[in-house]
């Protein structure tokens, strides 16, 4: 089975079918990093990627950012393998470079309930970057549970669970290069 242009997905019980392509998913990007490197001109930010779902995404980012950066990843576990949000955060693997003084930017596959985040920025509170902004490709904005500011945002999305890209169901299929949505 090639895993490009399915038009559905199965997983056990559950049929995914396609939400955000490749093309649309890269255009978007690159239009975040024209931003993005805009906004940091002259500067020199840490790109800080969440683990595991945010590898393609930041991979596929800073290949679209023409000002120099530096890029490091935290690990964080919240969702075991279970569709629903256990509510439990827990830090797996902590930076290895020095923030202090540094321009960060997080980035983020997809913000749902915001617990993720909301732990994520309290963790980096105990450092005093010069400036700290958020990325995340994806947001549901009617799942926000924490009061959490995305600075920037790829897509804006319903509440339903998404796959592909990075993302995963009990972590297969991050593999896709598109998006798929679980069906109703
Ligand atoms: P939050 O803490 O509820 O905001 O959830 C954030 C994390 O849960 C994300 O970084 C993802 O790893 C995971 N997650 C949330 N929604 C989805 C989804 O629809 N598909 C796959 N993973 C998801
Ligand atoms: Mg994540």
Redesign the pocket.
């Known amino acids: 089975m090639s895993f490009i242009n399915e038009d559905k997905i199965i997983a056990g019980d559950d049929i995914f079918v396609p939400f955000l392509s490749e093309e649309k998913i890269q255009q978007r990007i690159k239009e975040l990093g024209d931003q993005i490197s805009k906004d940091y001109e002259g500067k020199v930010p840490v790109f800080i990627g969440?683990l595991n779902?945010s590898f393609i995404f930041l991979a596929d980012l800073v290949k679209n950012i023409y000002v120099d950066c530096e890029i490091d990843f935290f690990k964080l576990s919240?969702?075991g393998d279970e569709k629903i949000?256990s509510g439990k955060v827990t830090l797996l693997k902590e930076l290895n470079c020095d923030i202090n003084g540094r321009d960060i930017i997080i980035v983020?596959?997809?913000?749902?309930?915001?617990?993720?985040?909301k732990y994520i920025v309290e963790l980096l509170s105990r450092y005093t970057p010069s400036s700290m902004k958020i990325v995340s490709l994806l947001v549901k904005p009617g799942s926000l549970k924490y009061n959490v500011k995305i600075d920037y945002i790829g897509f804006e999305i319903p509440g339903k669970?998404?796959?592909g890209y990075g993302?995963?169901y009990a972590q297969k299929f991050r593999n896709l290069r598109s998006i798929y949505v679980l069906k109703d």
């Open positions: 969440v779902g919240s969702y949000s983020e596959d997809i913000v749902d309930s915001g617990l993720s985040l669970f998404v796959i993302l995963d």
